[in-house]
């Protein structure tokens, strides 16, 4: 597996492992299952991993501590905070908030590193930039951690260029996460070019629209009735077909490059920048095979141009989150 920087603190395999999906939001999982398959991630040679508090809520951070704790010097682990959480409540219910207070910040990075199992987060994310504290206040927090030796680099995620440029002014940012993918290029406007300029990573989450870009989901009714993507505008019932069809063009220019749909989506999305390091979700042995294995996908610029109109954002119906989600972002 080739590497990628983020910022000057952290090398990684060049395709990350998204985790939430392990514990969280897209319905039941099997932990022995998900931790085969973090296994075989390392195996593989991919070495970063994405969690979060939030996941489950703390589950999906105990099962990456309990699955990688022997594999620990060979991986990037990278957790984040920034929710206001109800334990009491069902995982879909617990979320109360933002909270980017330099108490919190400090509180759930030592409650990470215990459920984590580890001494060091490599990267610390803030998850959703709380408006009512300054990010100053917040990123000088996390700053403290870093000087205490508890955090390696500091990350934000959602966050709007002008926050970035505040943050940066207070510690270096390493990596600054957000969803971005063939069907959701927001970033493209300013943030990542913000990233550039002062040399920071970039790393999407969500590179294969939340699963949809697989082409394995068919219609609404193949998402388990829990599964968090029912909400979202794009899985819709009046916004899916549409989207599928975009999908099943996808995959023909995918068949005709001998690869899976999945895989030209992710090859798309590496190509776009070498300071880019896609973390897709998998919670199956063969789709991460699949996922690592899009790493050697050569594109030209002819196929790079195909792909970026045939999945152009101003052809996909609905937005990517709800009214409600989309307010915390590109703050």
């Known amino acids: 597996m080739k590497t990628r920087k983020l910022g000057n ?8 492992l998204g985790c939430m999906g392990m514990s969280f939001a897209y319905g039941a999982a099997d932990e022995r299952e998900s931790t085969r398959t973090l296994h075989r991630a390392v195996e593989l040679g991919v070495t970063f991993f994405d969690t979060a ?18 594999r620990r010097d060979r991986v990037v682990i990278a957790t984040k905070f920034g929710f206001r ?46 408006p009512g504290v300054p990010i100053e206040e917040t990123v000088g927090a996390m700053a403290e951690l870093v000087r205490e030796g508890k955090v390696r680099a500091l990350g934000l995620s959602e966050a709007s260029a002008a926050t970035i440029r505040r ?31 002062l040399g920071i990573g970039f790393v999407p989450y969500s590179p294969l629209g939340r699963g949809m870009l697989t082409g394995t989901i068919r219609k609404v009714d193949d ?35 001998g ?31 699949q996922n690592v294995a899009a790493a050697d996908i050569v594109l030209s610029d002819g196929d790079l141009a195909a792909l970026g109109a045939a999945l152009s954002p101003t052809l996909v119906a609905g937005r990517r989150y709800s009214d409600a989600s989309l307010a915390l972002t590109n703050r």
């Not at 809520?57 to 105990?62: C, D, H, V």
């Not at 943050?167 to 270096?172: R, T």
């Not at 895989?263 to 919670?283: E, F, T």
Request: charged share 30%; proline share 5%.
């Open 167 to 197: 943050a940066h002014a207070v510690h270096p940012i390493a990596a600054v996460q957000s969803e971005y993918s063939l069907w959701t290029r927001d970033p493209e406007v300013e943030v990542l070019s913000t990233c550039r300029e």
């Open 259 to 289: 690869v899976t749909a999945a895989q030209l989506a992710l090859a798309w999305v590496l190509n776009q920048g070498d300071d880019i390091v896609p973390i897709p979700g998998a919670r199956k042995i063969e789709h991460l095979e």
């Open 85 to 130: 959480i109800d334990p009491g409540k069902p995982a879909a219910e617990a979320i109360r908030g933002v909270d980017g207070r330099p108490e919190q910040a400090k509180a759930v990075a030592e409650a990470s590193l215990k459920r984590l199992g580890t001494d060091v987060i490599d990267l610390y994310y803030q998850h959703r930039i709380d």
């Open 53 to 70: 508090e939030v996941y489950g809520p703390y589950e999906n951070e105990k099962l990456i501590g309990k699955a990688l704790k022997d």
């Open 9 to 16: 603190e952290l090398t990684v395999s060049a395709i990350g």
């Open 223 to 257: 998402l388990a009735a829990d599964d968090f993507r029912r909400s979202l505008p794009r899985f819709q019932e009046e916004n899916f077909d549409a989207n599928a069809a975009l999908v099943t063009e996808l995959q023909q220019l995918a068949g005709k490059k």
